[in-house]
């Protein structure tokens, strides 16, 4: 039996080579079949139309027909049903007796529940035929005529999308296998696909979970991979959401990456794949065109994988575009780079903990142990810490105001000076490494002065040395810097550690006797009712 499509075919074709045979200056009731195939036959018209030379030559019979007894017939015009009965009316349709399936339930569930379509129609199927086995259609003409209404039912949006507009993401259904650790122990990779909605420039990247964080450091990489970001980047309902609803609500990791690059993050509805045609249609495309060709390469890495998988993207985004004969980079290229908005200063990173802290009134906040500074000005603030594999980072109203290396073990602090207050700076600055800096700027005698303030202390940050030496910085003040640098050299030679020592030789000025024959004698004796190192041991 010819179908609609064939016969209107043919009729469109005969219809040619009578048009063609009238310019030629032959009269409508001379022309006949061997003036219509006088350079086409019917057997080349047959294979053009899949239909059989006979077909052809009792088609082309009854339009001669026609045409000379009803030349005001517009063939073309006409519907299937009535081209099919002008030229066919013995034809009747077959009244069958048996029952049709209910379409409308079943359509119903298609809606409901997509996922569970296939279970449905077999329960419907049973209780179809249970309630009337001898009008009931078998299984396969039940599906057939189930299959030809569901896809009459299905209408497609065409969504148009302005330069810079969206981003649509998703993960394939195909996974990628690869061989990290034997030939024999396969692993599986999964695809995140994401392209832009006006060029269709595509990217992909494999992972081996599609976990939250695994979304949000692909969609960073496929933001990379652009150089700009669009306004909206749509997502399915998927790990990106905390809540589905007509505007979902997202969980943490989703809602800090939007306000970090500054776009919209737009969800599916719950099972509504049509929200996202773009990323689907893509997925389909990319899974057919390269990840199931993919499946049969041997690779042994991550890398090697996304290597190879990004090698085939490009080549498919230059590869020209059927209906408008550019390709996707072309497109891109000319429209769409330029509206994209700029990338931040540093790429966005996805936390593994994110938790609010109260700042202590030293400025720091403790994380396992260990202490980490923030500027002295949000001391008992509240702030939000976000912890990634190596980094913790502090935010206050939005703002990164400290970020460190996390710190190993326990009680390590990592204490930046830059948060320091200019009170803590200074004392701070009260160390061995600044006293001695201090010190080799005069003389070297006053250095060595120094060093032995350090010589029984186990710290450079010791607060009584550090004492000592302010004391003896106080004596430059005092008194001028050639007695002082004398007064060093003397406590040089005379190996005088005390600071107390210190100030009463500039205090008495031995320093300037020229006989140095004579015995030192400290300037501080020991008291006989205090012991001394002897009485130790020491």
Not at 16 to 34: S, T, V
Not at 38 to 62: E, F, G, L, P, W
Not at 301 to 321: F, G, T, W
Not at 349 to 359: A, S, T
Request: proline residues 4%; charged residues 25%.
């Amino acid at each position: 039996m010819i179908t609609y499509s064939s016969l209107r075919k043919i009729i469109r074709i005969l219809i040619g080579f009578i048009d063609r045979a009238l310019n030629a200056g032959y009269e409508l009731h001379y022309i006949n079949k061997a003036i219509l195939f006088d350079s086409v036959s019917s057997r080349n018209v047959a294979q053009m139309t899949a239909s059989s030379h006979q077909t052809i030559n009792r088609m082309a019979t009854k339009l001669l027909t026609l045409f000379k007894t009803s030349p005001d017939i517009k063939f073309l015009e006409l519907s299937d049903a009535e081209l099919l009965a002008l030229f066919y009316p013995k034809l009747k349709n077959k009244v069958s007796y048996k029952r049709r399936p209910p379409f409308e339930m079943i359509l119903k569930e298609a809606t409901k529940r997509p996922k569970k379509l296939a279970l449905k129609i077999k329960t419907i199927y049973l209780m179809y035929r249970e309630e009337d086995p001898s009008t009931a259609l078998g299984i396969s003409q039940f599906y057939t005529l189930i299959k030809q209404e569901i896809a009459k039912s299905k209408i497609e949006y065409i969504f148009t999308y302005t330069p810079g507009e969206v981003l649509a993401a998703d993960y394939a259904g195909v996974q990628l296998i690869y061989y990290p650790n034997s030939p024999k122990q396969p692993e599986y990779l999964s695809v995140f696909v994401c392209v832009l909605g006006y060029s269709n420039k595509m990217f992909a990247i494999a992972t081996k979970r599609h976990t939250t964080k695994q979304w949000v450091n692909s969609i960073v990489a496929g933001l990379d991979s652009l150089g700009g970001c669009p306004f909206t980047i749509h997502v399915d309902n998927g790990e990106m959401v905390k809540k589905a609803g007509l505007i979902a609500e997202l969980n943490e990791q989703a809602e800090c990456m939007a306000a970090h690059y500054n776009v919209i993050v737009d969800t599916s509805r719950v099972a509504m794949s049509q929200d996202n045609p773009k990323a689907e249609k893509t997925v389909q495309f990319i899974t057919y065109r390269i990840l199931v060709p993919m499946r049969r390469l041997h690779f042994t890495s991550i890398e090697e994988v996304n290597a190879h998988l990004s090698a085939e993207v490009e080549k498919l985004n230059n590869e020209p575009m059927q209906r408008i004969k550019l390709s996707r980079n072309q497109l891109f290229n000319m429209h769409e780079k330029s509206t994209l908005k700029a990338l931040p200063q540093h790429p966005y990173r996805p936390f593994d903990e994110r938790f609010p802290l109260k700042v202590s009134a030293n400025a720091t906040i403790t994380y396992k142990g260990n202490r980490y500074s923030v500027p002295y000005t949000i001391r008992h603030h509240k702030v939000i810490v976000e912890i990634t594999e190596d980094e913790l980072t502090v935010f206050n109203n939005y703002k990164v105001v400290a970020t460190h290396q996390i710190a190993q073990g326990v009680n390590n602090d990592s204490i930046l000076d830059a948060h320091k207050s200019p009170q803590h700076l200074v004392q701070g600055n009260k160390n061995k490494s600044n006293f001695i800096e201090w010190a080799q700027g005069i003389d070297e005698s006053a250095a060595h002065l120094i060093e032995r303030q350090y010589k029984n202390v186990n710290s450079d940050n010791s607060n009584p040395a550090g004492k000592a030496c302010i004391m003896i910085q106080k004596q430059l003040k005092r008194f001028n810097e050639p007695d002082f640098i004398l007064a060093c050299q003397y406590a040089d030679e005379h190996q005088i550690t005390s600071a107390q020592e210190f100030k009463m030789v500039m205090e008495t000025e031995i320093y300037r006797d020229i006989d140095n024959n004579k015995p030192f004698v400290p300037l501080l004796l020991a008291n006989k009712n205090v012991r001394g190192a002897q009485y130790y041991g020491e």
